[in-house]
């Protein structure tokens, strides 16, 4: 039997969706999406359940997910619609302090980092993404007024998060109580991680920082 992947059909949707990021090419978000509506980047982008079905929810925005491992970014691409998504690019790539190489300058509206891997250990502490340098790096590629979305079921490093972010004058968070129990998103979309871990017993968390009009 030929593999999914071999088939005309997936082939049209690499083709449609998937973008090849180099790591010292900026992007061109108005001639990958032939518009200029705001970009929303998503971060570990995983299974894709977030950036399929929110990207339908949201025709005005256009969404780029960056995803390390390729089977995952496969998994999304089945997920999208060849007639029904016009507003999805997938990168198989690591993001890291260097996004500032692929992105330019004050460009994004918003990022969402979903369940971003723990490493609760702490001789594994420095391999967190979400730590000053990378913060400096989002600060610079997200326009003044745009935000950064935050969740994770890991309770330790929801507080790490929140105290990286409260070092900064940059940004601000959006939320009365610091760190909500609560979705943010009235059509907030469940992940496949955030229904893994729930199921075992781990609610997400979810924080919302704005980058400060300086
Ligand atoms: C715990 S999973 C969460 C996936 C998805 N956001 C969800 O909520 O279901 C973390 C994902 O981020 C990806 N990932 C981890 N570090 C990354 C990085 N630096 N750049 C891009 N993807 C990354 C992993 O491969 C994995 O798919």
Do not use: C
């Amino acid at each position: 039997m030929a593999k999914i992947v071999d088939t005309p059909e997936f082939k049209a949707r690499q083709e449609k969706f998937l973008i090849k990021v180099e790591p010292d090419k900026v992007l061109d978000f108005t001639q990958l999406f032939q518009n200029s509506h705001p970009v929303l980047l998503e971060i570990g982008s995983g299974k894709g359940e977030f950036i399929s079905e929110y990207s339908l929810l949201h025709p005005e925005w256009n969404f780029i997910g960056f995803e390390l491992q390729q089977k995952r970014v496969e998994i999304t691409l089945r997920k999208l619609d060849l007639e029904k998504h016009h507003n999805v690019k997938l990168a198989t790539f690591m993001i890291d302090e260097k996004i500032e190489a692929i992105i330019p300058p004050a460009s994004v509206e918003g990022v969402f980092i979903q369940h971003p891997d723990p490493w609760p250990k702490r001789k594994h502490f420095k391999r967190r993404l979400l730590q000053q340098k990378f913060l400096e790096a989002l600060s610079r590629i997200i326009r003044p007024g745009g935000f950064i979305q935050v969740s994770t079921d890991h309770d330790e490093y929801a507080r790490w998060i929140w105290k990286e972010f409260s070092k900064r004058q940059d940004f601000t968070s959006k939320l009365t109580d610091t760190i909500s129990e609560k979705p943010l998103l009235d059509d907030h979309v469940v992940t496949y991680y955030e229904r893994e871990q729930r199921r075992l017993g781990f609610e997400p968390k979810h924080m919302l920082f704005e980058k400060k009009q300086i």
